[in-house]
Every structure is written in structure tokens, then in C-alpha cells.
């Protein structure tokens, strides 16, 4: 008998039929209802002091009204630096002429004087010749600042003084004549070597070629073109301060950033795909798994209406790029990154689907066969192109090489004795001081109110050739559906879902189980305020989000036992509904 994945089971017990709210809701305070979304106006730059009132890109919204950063202006839809941005120095729509640059909110000319509201050279210009103001004769030519009858033949750099309209002009390094007469370089741009360009922290990306200064401009980050998302800024050259991590609900359909200090920094979006890969009519999405593939594209998996959903951060809310189908709704259960491309595992087929993250070209590798199936569960990269995955049904873990698209080993776990089903299921890639190893988790899942032995995890040699050892989490770990790895490798954490929300025993709180890598040993076993700890993610600042099959709140685990937090990160009412449950959670780009 098939048995359905961890989440969307726990998502039948709920029996919510919650949808997002419709228009007229009843919203709670301090949200209101705008068409058929609740939004916080004081905080949502779509609806920023009022319904449809959107800001412009880069800019948030703060206590209902649009602002940029703290050294950036609005000017149009950008945000700007007026003390550094040529073409808007010192206030909007000031731009530089050529040959000059932004100082400080004043334009400043690159080389020479300004000389009647324009950037000259006073060593070479005819009608400013030495200083402002002093002409030379109509048959005369200005050179070193002084008048003379013609410019020297030699001169410049390799011979590049030329006679401009009576100024005997270096072409090689002159912004107004570069590579030769009347060549006029963008604003704020130097010549070089007779070719027009930017300085250091600045690139073309201003109109006709002018500079930005790439290290601070929203639009331009790090190059030009390089967008960041709404709510980031730019800071020597990098997007920061967006959210620490994403929430997706699974009822509701939900995708929710988190600010790092658990606040939402933007309403939560209702995930919306270009068009259903069926040709139906929208329904609400049940998001399940979350991947980034760069920091600015982010693809969920919708299980409900088995499809893939890549999403385009650029922008708040994110602009949907294309929906991929997985087969038709058949429980697809994780999305990840492996060898390049994105891997998902769809337990209702018994296969996983790869997808070029360029071309969205999609290929499957099968495990089982129409008379015998094999339910793979989850899955883990190891760093290249091999890819492990349990196999719950078939009680075996498979390493399949992504780059040939074959299955290259096959283990069968342990048999767990009368009674035990020792189903493999969370799994992750260490790095062990021996060398790499394969984390298994074994559910033990007979059913959501367990009562048998604890979750043991396998240490697994990359070969698949047998069990290397067996870690003992703790008599209090179990049902545990999941593990994750920590970018170093180090670190595994084993969700242990306990005792169910409605199961006779159960309190409301579940376990996690830190496993030290180098030495095979359980670290330490931390409670959470979750009903059923689920998928976890290492966020940035070290901190360990878990997602709570249970309810719709997030925790959120300081490093070295700084304490434990809930953050309620799926809306209840309205929003959510009763029964939601975050399905995915995934940090911040």
C-alpha cells in the first residue's frame, strides 16, 4: 500500500479546506482587506498607506509610506544616491555634464575648470585658454595653456594631440574629445587610452552611457542591470538587508519572507502560477518545497497541483516566470539542486523529474515498475552529480548519478524486527573527517501517534556498500521525517516530529537532534514549541529556521545554545484558516 508523503499526510488528518481570503473579508487588525488579499498597509510596498498604492522598485514601506535607504532619494521609480549618482547629483533630474562626475552631491569636473557651466580644459580649450574667460586669436590654437600658432606634431601619447576647433586636444585621456574630435564621453565617464569609461565603484548604466556608482545603486548592484530584489538594498556592491528565510503554507498557499529579527517585512503573497500546466482554472497552490537556483530566482514545488512554480524575486511580489508540470498531482515531495539541475522527487510515480534550469527541459529517472512500487521520499546532493535518495516503500536508499542518469548502488536498511517498519526517510551528505558520509534517518513509522523505538540515523559510506554505524538519537526522538545537513557539513539535525498534535500524549513540542559529524554522537537534544518539527534550513546568521507540519509557526534555534524562538509565520483566520502548516521553509538568498 502506498503510503502517502509525511507532510501531505499530516495535511489529511487537518481535513482544512482553508482558501485565501476573498474580497470583503473580515481582516484581522493591523491588516485590511485590498481585492481579495489582507495587507498590513503600513508595511506592504504594493499597498503602501493605501490599496494599490505601490512603490517603486528598491524602495520599502515603512510606517505607510515609500522610502528608500538611508543615504538614497527617490527620483522616478529609482532610488538614488544624490551624492553620488551623476545624472542625479545633489538633488533629482541634476545631472552632470560631460566630462564630469558627482562629489559629494556637486558635480565636479574630471580634469580643468568649469568655465560658464561647462568642464574645460584650460591647458588646451581656444576660448579658455590658461584661465576662464581668455580667448585665443581666431588663427591661433591654445596648447599648455598659453596661445601659439599651431599644435606640436608630436605631442600626446604617441603622436594623439590633435587640433580641435583651435584646442589642441590629447585624445587619448580628453572626456570631450576622446579617440577624437567632438567624441564627447557619457556623464561622469573618463577617457583612457582614447576609449570612454567609468571610474573605480561606477559603471555605464546611466542614460547615453553615463555612470552609476554600482557599489550602492538598487538597480544596478555590483554591474549594471543587476537588480535587487524590492526589499534589498545595495551596499559595496552586494543586496542586503532582505529577509532571512521563506515560509511557505501549505493550505493557504502562502509565501511568507521573514526579517531576521522574525518580523514579515512584506505581506505575504499568494502564490500565483503563469497558467496551470493542466489548462484549468487557478486554484490555490499547496507549496511543499522551496530551492533557490540564484539569489533573486526561487522555485516551489506545489504539490497539490503537481507542478513546479519558478518565481522572479527582482520584485515584490515576485513576478511568476514559468510553471513546469511533474506528472500530474502525483504527492511530488522535495525540490533541490543537484549537478546543475534541479531535481525533484515524486513519490506518486516512483521517480525523480531533472530540469534544465536554463531550457526548463525536463527528463525522469524511474525506480520501480507498474506491478511493483517503490515510494522515493527524499533526497540529498552530494556536492557534484550524485544524488542519494530514500525509498520508503522499498526500504532501500539509491545513489543515482545525474550525469549518466543511471542508479548506480542500491541498499537495503536494516530489517527493524515484529513490528518495526524501519523506513529510510530524511537523508543528507556530511562531511565526515574520514571523509564524506550519507545520513539516513530511520522513521520507524508505523503511524502518527508512534509508540516504538527511537529514529535511529545510518551512517552510510558514499558506495551505498553497507552500514558503516548506527547513531541512537535519544528515546525521545521519534517520528522523525527529516534531516539537514549544515553548509559545512558538520552539523546534521534530525527533526524528530514526536507525538503528533492530536495523538493522547502529545504536548505540543517536539525534538531536534544535533548530530556531531566527527564524532557520530548526538550533540545535544533541543525542544522546540512545535506540535511536528519538519524540513529545517541553516540561515546565514547561523541560526536553525524549523518548519512545523503542525501549525503554521516557524522555529528559529540560536547557535550554541543561545535559545529557542516561535515565529508565527503562516496567518491564522482569514489568511490561513484553521489546520495550516508551513510546508517548506528555505533561507534567504
Known sequence: MRRLPLLLSLGVLLLSTACPPKPGAVCQSPKTSC??????????????????????????????????????????????????????????????????????????????????????????????CGSCGSPCGASDVCFGGHCQAACPADGGAAGTIQDCGGSCVDTSSAP??????????????????????????????????????????????????????????????????????FAACYHSGLLVPLAADGGAPLAPWPVVAPSPVDGGLPVPANPISLVFTDPKTLWLLDSGNGQVDVLDLTTWPPTPKVSIGTGGPDYPNQILLCGGKVVVVVSGNDSIETIDPATYAVGAISFGTPSASTNPYLAACDGAHTLYVTDSSAQVVHAVDLSTGTVTATLAVPDGGPGVSPDPSGIGVAAAPGGPEVLVTLEYLANYCPSGAPADVLVLPPSLGSVAATIDPGASCVNAGFLSVSPGGGLAVESCGGYYGSCTGGNGT????????????????????????????????????????????????????????????????????????????????
Open 510 to 589: 517536539g525534538t531536534l537532534a544535533l548530530i556531531d559529524v566527527a564524532t557520530g554522537l548526538v550533540s545535544g537534544l533541543v525542544t522546540v514549541p512545535l506540535g511536528a518539527p519538519s524540513v529545517s534550513a541553516f540561515l546565514g546568521d547561523g541560526r536553525i529556521a524549523v518548519a512545523d507540519s503542525a501549525s503554521g509557526s516557524v522555529a528559529l534555534l540560536e547557535p550554541d545554545g543561545g535559545g529557542v524562538s516561535a515565529v508565527a509565520a503562516c496567518p491564522a483566520g482569514p489568511d490561513g484558516g484553521p489546520g495550516e502548516f508551513v510546508g517548506a521553509v528555505v533561507a534567504g538568498p
Open 35 to 128: 481585492g481579495s488579499e489582507c495587507v498590513d498597509e503600513t508595511t506592504d510596498p504594493r499597498n503602501c498607506g493605501g490599496c494599490g498604492q505601490a512603490c517603486a522598485s528598491g524602495q520599502s514601506c515603512v510606517a505607510g509610506a515609500c522610502s528608500c535607504g538611508a543615504t538614497d532619494v527617490a527620483c522616478g521609480s529609482l532610488c538614488v544616491d544624490p551624492k553620488a549618482d551623476p545624472t542625479n547629483c545633489g538633488g533629482c533630474g541634476q545631472a552632470c555634464l560631460s566630462g564630469a562626475y558627482c562629489d559629494g552631491g556637486s558635480c565636479a569636473c574630471e580634469t580643468g575648470a568649469s568655465c560658464d557651466g561647462r568642464c574645460v580644459d584650460l591647458q588646451s580649450d581656444h576660448d579658455n
Open 176 to 245: 570631450l574629445n576622446c579617440g577624437g574630435c567632438g567624441k564627447a564621453c557619457g556623464a561622469g565617464q573618463i577617457c583612457s587610452a582614447g576609449s570612454c569609461g567609468c571610474g573605480a565603484g561606477l559603471g555605464a548604466c546611466g542614460p547615453d552611457g553615463g555612470c552609476v556608482d554600482v557599489t550602492s545603486n538598487p538597480q544596478n548592484c555590483g554591474a549594471c542591470g543587476s537588480a535587487c530584489p524590492s526589499f534589498e538594498s545595495c551596499s559595496a556592491g552586494h543586496c542586503v538587508g532582505g529577509p532571512a528565510l
